[in-house]
């Protein structure tokens, strides 16, 4: 029997649990501190990708996969937007929306 796509399953949570925990920590080692703006800027958005990942980690625990699954979709949307914002010196077109340099 072939894996139904359109299910959040274990294997699907897993998966993007590691991509977004790899993105937070490339992103939180790679803050723009600049300014004290830029600095409270990106920690602003790296508390709330944070804030997304415990979420889904509880949602998973209560048997919610797909508001786990949503929920982390919502952390990277977090992280992408502070890449796009170049609150974060990434350059990881794997895990971000920017351009490899």
Request: glycine share 4%.
């Amino acid at each position: 029997m072939t894996a139904r796509i359109d299910t959040v399953d274990d294997s699907k949570l897993d998966k993007y649990f590691t991509i977004s925990e790899e993105a937070f920590a490339k992103a939180k080692a790679a803050i723009d501190d600049s300014t004290p703006e830029r600095k409270a800027q990106a920690l602003d958005f790296l508390n709330m990708a944070q804030c997304y990942i415990e979420d889904a980690k509880h949602f998973r625990e209560e048997g919610q996969y797909l508001n786990a699954y949503g929920a982390l979709n919502y952390a990277h949307g977090w992280l992408d937007a502070g890449a796009r914002l170049q609150l974060f010196k990434v350059k990881d077109s794997r895990l971000f929306t920017v351009d490899d340099e």
